[in-house]
């Protein structure tokens, strides 16, 4: 069980660390597409991409260019926020990695009090111990 124990809590670790690295270069492009004026640019691409045919078998067309619409409307806002963004992500994404660490020490304390609590209420046998 200690073994399970710890196995959960290594894949669970490896996608909370492997979300906050996506999420934190997700955050450097953009800062660095919105900095550089090619905002203007992604905000056409995006909205002009074809829902592609797999997808569509899963997920209905009209939610997809919805969320289309809102990533347009949300870069049209970071875009006209040009420069003021790069002073935000040079103190987002060292936050991200504070964040990342904190839910990751929480997670590491449950572990180990988990495996000490299977520990104490584990016999060697599995079984409880019964005083007479």
Request: glycine share 10%; charged share 5%.
């Amino acid at each position: 069980m200690k073994i399970a124990l710890w196995i959960v809590f290594a894949l669970v670790a490896a996608l909370w660390t492997g979300t906050v690295l996506v999420s934190v270069e997700l955050t450097g492009w953009l800062a660095t597409t919105v900095a550089s004026g090619q905002a203007g640019d992604v905000i056409t691409n995006i909205g002009q991409w074809p829902v592609p045919a797999w997808l569509a078998l899963w997920i209905d067309p009209v939610w997809i260019q919805g969320l289309q619409a809102a990533w347009v409307q949300v870069m049209s806002w970071l875009g006209q926020t040009g420069p003021a963004l790069g002073s935000v992500v040079s103190w987002l994404i060292p936050l991200m990695w504070v964040v990342w660490a904190v839910v990751l020490l929480v997670m590491l304390a449950a572990t180990v009090a988990g495996h000490f609590l299977i520990g104490k209420f584990s016999g060697p046998s599995g079984l409880k111990r019964v005083s007479a």
